[in-house]
C-alpha cells in the first residue's frame, strides 16, 4: 500500500484515472483505502431538478450514485442514502452560495460544491471543491491554452465547540494540468499535484462558514505561490538554462 501511493504521487494528473484502475486491479483487497486517499481530477454532472451543474467526488458518493448540494438528491436516484441532518444542511446550502461567488470572483468562471456531513467527534466535515476549464473549450477562457485544468479539493475537518473555541483541521489539494500547442511556442505540457494541511483553532463568534473562508483563502494563496515558484519558476529555469534566449547568448559571445 506504502508503494502504490507513492506511485500515485508522481503519476501526472491526467493519468490518475489509469493509474488507479491499474492498481485496483493488483491491489482488490486495498480497493476501498485506494479509493479514499487517491484525489483523483474532478469530474462534473448535471443536476436536471435544479439546472446545475456539481462535481463528482467520494465524498458525495453513495454506491454509484453521488448527491448534489443544489437539489439535496442522488444521480442516479438511490434509496436510503446518506443525508445531512436538517442543520447541516442549511449551513451547506448557504456554504454553497458563498462559495460560488467566491470561485466567480478568484477564477472568473468554473463550477464549485461544497459538502457536509457529521463525523464521530460530535463535529462535522466540509468538503470545498473547485474546478477550472481553462482550456479553448471552457467557460471564460482567454484562448491561451489548448487544454488546462485546476481542480482544488479543500476538507476542513470541524471540532466540537469548546469554550467558543473550536479546533479546524484543513487538508488541500490541488492539481494543475497544462498543455499548449501553437506555432510560436511549439507543443508544451505541465502537469503535477501539492498538497498542504494547515490547523487553526478559532471562536465561533463569526461563524463556521467566515472561518473556514478564511482558512481556504489563506490556503489557495499558498498553494498559488508555491505552484508558481516550483512549477513555473523551475521549469523557466530549466528552460533558460537549456535553452537561452538568442539574445542572451549574443551578449555571451566573446568579441571577435
Not at 5 to 22: F, V
Not at 176 to 200: H, K, P
Not at 209 to 224: D, F, P, T
Request: with cysteine; proline share 5%; aromatic share 8%.
Amino acid at each position: 500500500m506504502e508503494a502504490a501511493m507513492g506511485l500515485m504521487r508522481r503519476i501526472p494528473p491526467k493519468h490518475t484515472e489509469t493509474a488507479l484502475s491499474a492498481l485496483l486491479t493488483l491491489l482488490p483487497h486495498h480497493s476501498s483505502d485506494l479509493l479514499s486517499q487517491v484525489d483523483q481530477p474532478l469530474q462534473v454532472l448535471c443536476d436536471m431538478d435544479s439546472g446545475k451543474e456539481f462535481i463528482l467526488c467520494e465524498y458525495n458518493r453513495d454506491a454509484d450514485s453521488y448527491r448534489s448540494p443544489w437539489s439535496n438528491k442522488y444521480h442516479p436516484p438511490l434509496e436510503d442514502a446518506p443525508q445531512p441532518s436538517p442543520e447541516l444542511r442549511k449551513l451547506e446550502v448557504e456554504a454553497n452560495e458563498v462559495f460560488a461567488i467566491y470561485c466567480d470572483q478568484y477564477y472568473e468562471g468554473g463550477i464549485s460544491s461544497v459538502y457536509m456531513w457529521e463525523d464521530e467527534n460530535e463535529g462535522f466535515v466540509a468538503c470545498f471543491l473547485i474546478k477550472k476549464d481553462g482550456s479553448k473549450t471552457g467557460h471564460g477562457r482567454r484562448g491561451y491554452l489548448q487544454e488546462g485544468a485546476w481542480d482544488a479539493i479543500h476538507v476542513i475537518e470541524v471540532g466540537p465547540e469548546e469554550e467558543e473555541i473550536v479546533h479546524y483541521c484543513l487538508t488541500s489539494t490541488v492539481m494543475l494540468t497544462l498543455t499548449t500547442d501553437n506555432e510560436s511556442s511549439g507543443s508544451f505540457n505541465l502537469s503535477g499535484s501539492i498538497r498542504r494541511q494547515m490547523s487553526m483553532k478559532l471562536s465561533v463568534s463569526d461563524g463556521h462558514l467566515c472561518n473556514m473562508g478564511k482558512m481556504i483563502e489563506e490556503m489557495e494563496g499558498k498553494l498559488r505561490n508555491s505552484l508558481d515558484q516550483v512549477y513555473f519558476g523551475k521549469t523557466n529555469e530549466m528552460v533558460c538554462t537549456l535553452r537561452p534566449p538568442a539574445e542572451l547568448v549574443q551578449m555571451k559571445l566573446p568579441d571577435s
